[in-house]
């Protein structure tokens, strides 16, 4: 068997100490994220919305509390009824009448 020489040993360390060195260099950074690049891109609603479903109203609400409090954006105005849908006035079905007899039925005077 053949020793390993010093220079192989020396180039070995010396390229595990840069992987190791380059892998953790993301670890030492001390800058903090921001999110100001993404408050220039959103912005609230000129109008309170309203959600069709609890769910969509608390998303709703949910956001437009991040968007005041984290990117310091303005408060929707009160929305003004303009802007409110009529309500859909739902009519009840009209029930269906009974099949019409044929004309043999009638003539031999079917009823149902």
Do not use: H
């Not at 070995?12 to 260099?25: M, P």
């Not at 009519?91 to 009448?97: D, E, G, R, V």
């Amino acid at each position: 068997m053949q020793k390993n020489s010093p220079a192989i040993a020396k180039f070995a360390l010396t390229l595990s100490a840069l992987t190791l060195g380059t892998l953790l260099a993301g670890c030492v950074t001390t800058n903090k994220g921001s999110v100001a690049g993404e408050c220039r891109l959103v912005s609230t609603p000129q109008y309170a919305v309203k959600g069709r479903t609890s769910y969509d109203q608390n998303w709703i609400d949910d956001t437009t509390e991040r968007l005041v409090g984290g990117c310091g954006q303005p408060r929707p105005k009160a929305r003004p009824a303009s802007l409110d849908a009529k309500p859909v006035v739902v009519k009840a079905p009209i029930p269906k009448s009974a099949p019409k007899a044929t004309l043999w039925e009638r003539f031999k005077g079917y009823r149902p």
